[in-house]
């Protein structure tokens, strides 16, 4: 079983230099074996050139028990997550370009333009800045961690989990995918929006699919405009800049906006200036 995990991580880490979602040294994989052993990349070496001899094995305190090479700086963050979410067999982190593009651009990533994103990740969280390998960086992940499978870390790159290497690698590759589109569409000129009532469709498509949803569960969230997370990403300084889906409630520079109100005070002053004339 071991060599077969370590060559499936190897054939991620390739998958992930090929797409160019890890340039140089970047990015990490890691399988949790058993209670207390984790498979893991090491540090200094391009993903897509790994082989199985390079992987490092680590407990579940972070203290490297096997391998010739030293393991990935980042391994706090992949053990933290993995304490608080027993089911999760492996995490990966990489810097894919367009998703962190979101994150360097501190812009939210908007809901409601693709069906495939609305059932399979619903709204990506952001986590604030902090130094990569720090135990901080590791703790931004807690308070999403329950509600997600993959997110964003500011000024930084992706993190995304699962019950196997090739499915904690889909989301982060389902992620980028999404932000390029984002990108594209931007660039012609137009994004298009489901209504709500589309939205309230895919969400009950996906309560018959079993998959669960943090806007389904919590009291007060629209559904449509990123509120589940909404408390991390105001702290870490994101909003809606370029992407402003309709009725969107804050553009994250910390004036609260409404879209209605704002229309319906333009309306008034122009009905006012008509009548002057
Ligand atoms: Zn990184």
Redesign the pocket.
């Known amino acids: 079983m071991l060599e077969q995990i370590k060559k499936e991580i190897c054939d991620i880490g390739d998958r992930i230099y090929k797409k160019g979602f890890a340039t140089g040294n970047?990015?990490n994989i890691s399988y949790r074996l058993n209670e207390n052993e984790v498979v893991c990349t090491p540090t200094m070496i391009s993903k897509g050139f790994m082989t199985p001899d390079d992987l490092c094995i680590v407990t579940m305190n972070g203290e490297q028990i096997a391998g010739k090479r030293k393991m990935t700086s980042?391994i706090k963050l992949h053990l933290t997550l993995m304490k608080e979410l027993p089911e999760v067999k492996s995490v990966v982190?990489?810097?894919p370009p367009y998703a962190t593009a979101f994150g360097i651009a501190r812009e939210l990533i908007p809901l409601g333009v693709m069906p495939e994103i609305e059932v399979q990740l619903g709204e990506v969280p952001i986590v604030h800045y902090a130094i990569?390998g720090s135990q901080e960086l590791a703790d931004t992940i807690l308070p999403i961690a329950h509600k997600s499978r993959v997110c964003v870390l500011a000024n930084?790159?992706t993190l995304s989990w699962g019950d196997t290497v090739e499915h904690a690698y889909w989301w982060t590759e389902m992620l980028d995918g999404y932000c390029r589109l984002l990108m594209l569409a931007h660039n012609l000129g137009n994004v298009g929006y489901f209504s709500r009532q589309d939205i309230q469709d895919l969400l009950e498509l996906k309560k018959r699919w079993n998959l669960t949803d943090p806007r389904t569960s919590l009291e007060g969230i629209d559904i449509g405009d990123n509120d589940v997370f909404r408390d991390l990403w105001e702290k870490a300084g994101f909003g809606h800049r370029a992407f402003v889906p309709p009725g969107t409630k804050s553009n994250g520079l910390g004036n609260a906006v409404d879209i209605d109100a704002m229309t319906d005070i333009i309306a008034e002053k122009v009905a006012k200036k008509l009548k002057e004339k």
Do not use: S, V, Y
């Open positions: 970047d990015g980042e982190h990489c810097h990569p930084h790159g």
